[in-house]
Each structure stands twice: as structure tokens, then as C-alpha cells.
């Protein structure tokens, strides 16, 4: 076993990083232990790592690129004095303080544990897919739909979030498909109504994408129909795929409160766990506004609440 230190970070995404940033500040010497470059679960950076032009985070007029956003806010955290550690986390003891992790047979324990290992859009599993996002295909609307202006585009799925996503695309393209397996959607009734009464909506029923076209960007998509087998190719700019996320939360199950979407449960206005010293920021306890720049502030918030238990409980 290591020493014990103050600050454990599980998780490396704006909110692990910002909470790295000020904790380091705070003189609390934290360790980032950011995951693994294998994982598409796990990896350093988080989903920004997969994203081109960022356009929404403030203090870049001109955007930047997800990477590198992510690698200045690594290096900020350095600069500092936080220590990484590019692993994952296999297993957790929060039933004693100080708190347990493990990477492999290697224990870790500290004072206080900040969780941020995030969320993941759920994918199609298709070829090409992983290669093309961020070059005409998204999961996220209000991150990439300035970009496909008076362009027609897709969204897959019959969910609240898929009619949301497309609702909001609206503003910007000139006409937007949402792409459903069944015959009717999911959608509670009131965002049915709103999208049967947008004109730039239209449906396409029964039926599912099997192949995404294009070498550098989405130039189209291959749709096949679930009735009939019949397939066609839909030329398009982008693609939203719209069919959930799910929260990196499965290393906490049975040892922290989540909710029944999966999500870590926080008390309000806090990123206070029900266990004491243990903390969580950013998209792996936030179901709602999943942003950078929300997960950034929920990381600051995990800081001072991490920094602020620390004082008051004589650590």
C-alpha cells in the first residue's frame, strides 16, 4: 500500500480535472488515477477526447479542439502539483476510512475520494462509427448542432432525448429525420405533439441505420427497413444518434446510492455522496445538462467540498 493521501480523483474528464486544479491549488497534493487509453468506458480526458471543434466553451472565441482542451486543463492540474496515474480503478472499499482503491493488486488509500469517471453515449456498435464522430456524427445536440446549418440531417431514436435533440436541431437545419425502429414513439406526449407539429420534422418509420458512408466525413447513411429487409442509402451530413447515455458507475454499485438510471445520487446543490469524504462531479451524477462546462463547475464544487470536509473534520 501507498501512503495515504488526501485527494484520490477517479476519473479525468473536465470535472476530474478541474477538481484536480483546485485541490492541487489547495495544496492537497491529489492523485488522478484518469483511466485507461484502451477504454472507450474508462479514458483519460473523457468524451471530450472524442470530440473536434468545441464552439461552447467560453474563453476560446475561435473553438478549440476537445484533446487539446482537455490537455491544457491536465496540464493546468499539474502545474500544480497533482500527480497522475494512468490506470483504472478495478475495485473500491469505502466501508473504512481512509478509503480504499485498487489498480490491479496495487492499493491506494486516502482521506477523501472525488468521483468523475463520467458517462458514455450508448452507440450503434457499427463500423465506421466510432472513426466518423465528431466528422458528421454526434451525440450531442446542443454541442454540434450550430455546425449543420441549413444542411439536412438525422436523429436516431423515439425517446424523450431523441425528440428533444431533434426539436433543437430544428434551429439550425433545414430538415431534420428522426429514425425509429418501431411505428410509434416512445416519447411522452407532449414532445410527440411539438415534433408531428414542426414542419422541418419528418419520420422515418420502421426502420433502422445499419451502415455509416463516408471516408473523412458522413456522407451518407445505409437504412434498412425492419418490415421488409429492404435496405436504401440516405445521403446526409449528420448523423445524432439519440438512444441514451449510461453513467460509468458500474465499480460503485452496491457501495454508493444510485438512482435507477444509474446515476450516482448526490444531496442537492452538493457533490456530497451518503458516505462521508466521498464526493462526485460531473456526467456520472448529472442526468440532465451533461456539458463540459457543467462538469467542469460540479468539479470545483467536489473540491471545495472535499477541501472544506478535510478542515472540518482535522485531516
Known sequence: ???????????????????????????????????????????????????????????????????ELMQNFRSQAARFGAEFLTAKVTKVDFSARPFGMWVGDEEYRSNTVIISTGAQSLMLGLPNEERLIGHGVSTCATCDGFFFREQEIAVIGGGDSAIEEATFLTRFASKVIIIH???????????????????????????????????????????????????????????????????????????????????????????????DGVFACGDVQDDYYRQAITAAGSGCMAAIDAERWLEETGH
Open 1 to 67: 500500500m501507498t501512503d495515504v493521501r488526501d485527494v484520490i480523483i477517479i476519473g479525468s474528464g473536465p470535472a476530474g480535472l478541474t477538481a484536480a486544479i483546485y485541490t492541487a491549488r489547495a495544496n492537497l497534493a491529489p492523485l488522478v488515477i484518469e483511466g485507461e487509453p484502451s477504454s472507450t468506458s474508462d479514458q483519460p480526458g473523457g468524451q471530450l477526447m472524442l470530440t473536434t471543434d468545441v464552439e461552447n466553451y467560453p474563453g476560446f472565441p475561435d473553438g478549440i479542439m476537445g484533446p
Open 181 to 275: 425502429r418501431r411505428d410509434e414513439l416512445r416519447a411522452s406526449k407532449i414532445m410527440q405533439d411539438r415534433a408531428f407539429a414542426n414542419d422541418t420534422i419528418e419520420f422515418m418509420w420502421n426502420s433502422q441505420v445499419t451502415a455509416m458512408n463516408g471516408e473523412t466525413k458522413l456522407e451518407s447513411i445505409t437504412v434498412q427497413d425492419t418490415e421488409t429487409g429492404e435496405e436504401r442509402d440516405v445521403p446526409l451530413s449528420g448523423l445524432f444518434i439519440a438512444i441514451g447515455h449510461r453513467p460509468n458507475t458500474d465499480l460503485f454499485a452496491g457501495h454508493l446510492e444510485l438512482k435507477d438510471n444509474g446515476y450516482l445520487v448526490t444531496e442537492p446543490d452538493s457533490s456530497r455522496t451518503a458516505i
